[in-house]
């Protein structure tokens, strides 16, 4: 299970730190990272780190300003978000997958997803 929090309300240029805890398995056996779904878009993977993080994959449009980071020891990963814009604001949800062989991830390959947390970014 994974276990998403963090999202809110926020200022764009502003910052927010997402959280995603997981029981059940370990981040080792698993890629795990950040998908985003605006409203009427679809789904579409922003960050993921591939198992034991040998591989780091992000999208274009968040390089620069969001970074992925993960807590092995407590099985917890983090998206900081800095520099917040208007079209930031979607449901992001956390993801794993058992085995990753392309990036971006597709959904079909998400083993595991965490329930959504809301961002919204106002102008």
């Known amino acids: 299970q994974l276990q998403a929090s963090g999202g809110g309300l926020v200022l764009a240029g502003g910052s927010l730190r997402l959280s995603c805890a997981a029981s059940?398995?370990?981040?080792?056996?698993?890629?795990v990272g950040w998908f985003r779904q605006a409203p009427r878009k679809e789904r579409e993977a922003i960050y993921f780190?591939?198992?034991?993080?040998?591989?780091?994959w992000y999208a274009d449009s968040v390089g620069g300003r969001f970074t992925i980071s993960s807590d092995n020891a407590t099985n917890t990963v983090y998206l900081q978000m800095n520099r917040l814009k208007p079209e930031d604001t979607a449901v992001y949800y956390c993801?794993?997958?058992?085995?990753?062989?392309?990036?971006?991830?597709?959904?079909?390959?998400?083993?595991?997803w965490g329930k959504g947390t809301l961002v919204t970014v106002s102008s």
């Open positions: 993801a794993a997958a058992e085995l990753v062989t392309v990036y971006p991830p597709p959904p079909e390959s998400i083993h595991y």
């Open positions: 059940g398995f370990t981040f080792d056996d698993y890629g």
């Open positions: 780190i591939s198992n034991r993080g040998t591989v780091t």
